[in-house]
């Protein structure tokens, strides 16, 4: 099926530790997003995309690197875990910002990190 | 500060009936709004988009209004089903610093009883 693909699904790790969590489209959309959930917060930008080559910082980028390795893939590091980046990790694309999207955006289904 | 506010009490209506969700935003010029539904455990999914200059979409049994002066949308699902059910999400961009990065609503879940 058509869509965004993350990986892993689940993961634990302990304060300090670094890993990266994967993320990659097949609709051919020129933008990509990193997204943090948590409870009462809402959606927070971490980091985006907007064409090969590009990377800009979002809302909360601090502790965290991306690399948007091509135009399929966007991945997201944590080079030294912290208990405060236990959250829902969402990766999303669109097409071209312009001229204006008009099919919003799409969604990978979530890792859910947990750092101890 | 710029802000958007979606009633974080959960909307709970009988099966059938028309629910009505509020986004209310602040200090935003948005060039268009959207909303999404998120089902737990999974990533939000998109439903309707509208524009700065439109005041209704509909889709299905959905309609969406948007009032630029109120600052304000509207979210409509009419008929209710228990699969409705779930938390909704609206999102804007604020165009005035030439960006289109949306920002989202916290949600309001929505709970029909049969």
């Known amino acids: 099926n058509a869509g965004v693909t993350q990986t892993p699904k689940f993961q634990v790790l302990k304060t300090g530790q670094s890993m990266t969590l994967q993320c990659a489209q097949d609709m051919n959309h020129n933008s990509m997003y990193w997204y943090r959930q948590d409870p009462g917060m809402g959606l927070r930008l971490i980091y985006y995309?907007?064409?090969?080559?590009?990377?800009d910082k979002g809302e909360v980028p601090n502790g965290y690197n991306v690399s948007r390795l091509n135009k399929r893939e966007f991945s997201l590091r944590l080079e030294s875990a912290a208990p405060s980046q236990t959250s829902v990790y969402f990766c999303?694309?669109?097409?071209?910002?312009?001229?204006?999207?008009?099919?919003?955006?799409?969604f990978g289904s979530g890792t859910r990190l947990t750092v101890v | 500060s710029q802000k958007i506010e979606q009633n974080s009490e959960a909307l709970n209506i009988q099966e059938g009936k028309t629910a009505t969700l509020t986004c209310n935003y602040t200090?935003?010029?948005?060039?268009?709004l959207q909303w999404y539904r998120q089902d737990p455990g999974r990533g939000p999914v998109f439903l309707l988009l509208i524009r700065e200059n439109e005041k209704e979409k509909r889709k299905e049994r959905l309609k969406v209004t948007f009032d630029t002066t109120l600052k304000q949308s509207l979210f409509h699902i009419t008929a209710s089903q228990p699969a409705d059910s779930a938390t909704y999400l609206c999102?804007?961009?604020?165009?005035?610093?030439?960006?289109?990065?949306?920002?989202f609503g916290r949600g309001t879940s929505l709970i029909v009883h049969p």
């Open positions: 200090n935003y010029s948005p060039a268009y």
């Open positions: 999303a694309s669109s097409e071209d910002r312009a001229p204006l999207p008009i099919y919003g955006y799409t």
């Open positions: 999102a804007l961009d604020d165009s005035t610093g030439g960006s289109y990065i949306p920002t």
């Open positions: 995309s907007a064409s090969e080559g590009t990377t």
